[in-house]
């Protein structure tokens, strides 16, 4: 199924902040199941309060899923996103372009 243009509006917007774009990235290159606050916080030094904050708007434009370990939560790349976000890109570009 292909995303519609609202939907493909809400991923770009979620990817507008370098962050969450660097976010993506470290996720779909390390693919990390255990990506946390504190990971995120010591990586790009930034307070928790802004991991979190970022790592939520991921979660909730489909990118990244989270799961709670007991007290803690994890997150990780959600790669049905990303390949509907791809295949968009794909119906739209031209063949060879």
């Known amino acids: 199924m292909i995303l519609t243009e609202n939907a493909i509006d809400g991923l770009i917007k979620a990817l507008s902040h370098p962050l969450r774009h660097k976010l993506l990235k470290y996720a779909a290159l390390n693919h990390p ?8 916080s010591t990586l790009y030094n930034v307070r928790q309060s802004i991991a979190s904050k970022h790592l939520t708007l991921l979660v909730e434009a489909g990118f990244l899923k989270k799961r ?21 890109f794909d119906h739209i570009v031209p063949e060879g372009e």
Request: no cysteine; charged share 30%; aromatic share 14%.
């Open 33 to 40: 199941e255990n990506i946390t606050i504190e990971l995120v």
């Open 68 to 88: 709670r370990v007991g007290k803690y939560v994890t997150y990780a790349l959600d790669t049905k996103t990303l390949d509907k976000f791809i295949e968009y």
